[in-house]
């Protein structure tokens, strides 16, 4: 079992950065593929960034490519998401995820077994 709990988000104004962290407690963090999904007001919930457990592979959504970038550091048990030329349309709480099937990356939320209680993340324009 694992617990995931997020930081990181805030206010910030169109064009800016943030990064979000995701902190890991319990099993072996390493055993975990993990992402980042995102849940604006009466919306889905939607895949932002994957990474497997090593580190060594990434997967991100269309609508981030090239300006987030997710990461994760396994001696301190913790992902990252770096978030650069922030729009008002990622305006939304962020949530991170772990899978334990170790079936490759998902970008489908029942993939991943357990969930952080989100950082919501505002981007005025």
């Known amino acids: 079992q694992v617990q995931l709990v997020e930081s990181g988000g805030g206010l910030v104004q169109s064009g800016g950065s943030l990064r979000l962290s995701c902190a890991a407690s319990?099993?072996?963090?390493?055993?975990?593929?993990m992402a980042w999904f995102r849940q604006a007001p009466g919306k889905e919930r939607e895949f932002v960034s994957a990474i497997d457990r090593l580190g060594t592979r990434t997967m991100d959504a269309d609508s981030v490519k090239g300006r987030f970038t997710i990461s994760r550091d396994n001696a301190k048990n913790t992902v990252y998401l770096q978030m650069n030329s922030l729009k008002p349309e990622d305006t939304a709480v962020y949530y991170c995820a772990a899978d334990r099937r170790a079936l490759g990356l998902s970008r489908f939320p029942n993939a991943y077994y357990y969930w952080g209680q989100g950082t919501q993340v505002t981007v005025s324009s």
């Open positions: 319990g099993r072996a963090f390493n055993i975990y593929d």
